[in-house]
């Protein structure tokens, strides 16, 4: 709790920091320039949640009745989840049994649940890394870089080649069995690590047999799950258009791609407040866009954020009626 507590203050004294040195009236001169337009920020984000659902659809088991499931209801159940991942320093995995249980009741069981958002997480995670890989050129490119930057980017391609294949090695070996043993080895006495043993052994066949028997699915839910990212650098664009700040597409599109490592190194504290904000008005100054301009885009993210974290949180307690689902039913 204390650490906790730590990475919140220290985001919220980055993100006051920020607005101290921008000024909160170059933020509210913007903020007038949407004026009554405002609504329309929750739009490009539609898109984005859709192609998301739609990646995690793939990686559900074929013969499961959840794949079934109307998209919209995918969608809100992963909008849960999101939000208690987005609210909670769990590293982005907390709110992955969330998502599970709000498709329990559409015929998806628990461990092919499990097994099916460990494989959309995988496939997330390598559209962003292909999606980080897209832009870096056009950034390097943006600040003269490119010539002495490919001895950057051909090594990064090569590490990220070689992640992307371990990690899925990994999971055909066994991941999440193998945790579980690690856990035990901490802890022998945790009677119900033993449980938990037997359910990631299950996990892990789900997983096998998806790796295997299901490529064609899993590359279609990292295309999906990359189309989201893309349309994260139309949603930035559309934003800058709303506020009447000249940028093109290609700006959009290094400044959503570079801000996501920035992000993932406030993995710790809530949502990466502050980090967020400030990888993102870093980056726009280095294009040469106005702090105030770029600080309000980041506040038009988060505040997107904020309302779609809303509505995962009433999903949560429209289906549960609580906020605490995972303490009140076995997922």
Request: contains cysteine; proline residues 5%; charged residues 15%.
């Amino acid at each position: 709790l204390g650490l906790h507590l730590l990475a919140i203050f220290s985001g919220l004294a980055l993100l006051s920091f920020l607005i101290w040195s921008v000024g909160i009236g170059e933020i509210l001169k913007h903020l007038r320039q949407i004026g009554w337009q405002a609504p329309l920020v929750l739009l490009p984000y539609l898109g984005v949640a859709l192609c998301d659902a739609k990646g995690w659809t793939y990686a559900i088991p074929p013969t499961s009745p959840a794949r079934k499931t109307p998209l919209w209801r995918v969608s809100l159940a992963r909008l849960a989840g999101e939000a208690v991942n987005n609210l909670t320093p769990t590293a982005n995995v907390g709110g992955e049994p969330v998502k599970v249980y709000m498709l329990q009741a559409h015929g998806l069981t628990t461990d092919a649940g499990l097994a099916s958002v460990v494989a959309a997480k995988t496939a997330l995670t390598i559209s962003q890394i292909a999606f980080i890989l897209l832009g870096l050129p056009f950034f390097l490119y943006r600040l003269g870089w490119i010539q002495v930057g490919w001895w950057l980017f051909l090594p990064l391609l090569g590490l990220s080649y070689g992640f992307v294949v371990l990690v899925v090695r990994w999971q055909r070996r066994g991941l999440i069995g193998m945790f579980v043993r690690g856990l035990q080895r901490l802890f022998p006495r945790w009677r119900r690590l033993e449980a938990w043993r037997e359910r990631a052994q299950r996990i892990d066949a789900h997983l096998l047999h998806f790796y295997d028997g299901n490529q064609k699915g899993f590359l279609t839910s990292i295309l999906f799950h990359f189309l989201g990212w893309l349309l994260g650098a139309v949603e930035i664009y559309f934003f800058f258009s709303l506020m009447d700040v000249s940028v093109s597409p290609l700006d959009a599109l290094i400044v959503e791609s570079m801000v996501q490592p920035m992000t993932a190194a406030g993995l710790i504290i809530p949502g990466a407040l502050g980090v967020q904000e400030a990888g993102g008005v870093f980056l726009c100054r280095l294009l040469g866009l106005d702090d105030g301009a770029s600080l309000t885009l980041m506040a038009l993210k988060r505040a997107r954020e904020a309302v779609y974290n809303l509505v995962g949180l009433a999903v949560i307690v429209r289906v549960t009626g609580t906020l605490l689902p995972w303490k009140s039913h076995s997922v």
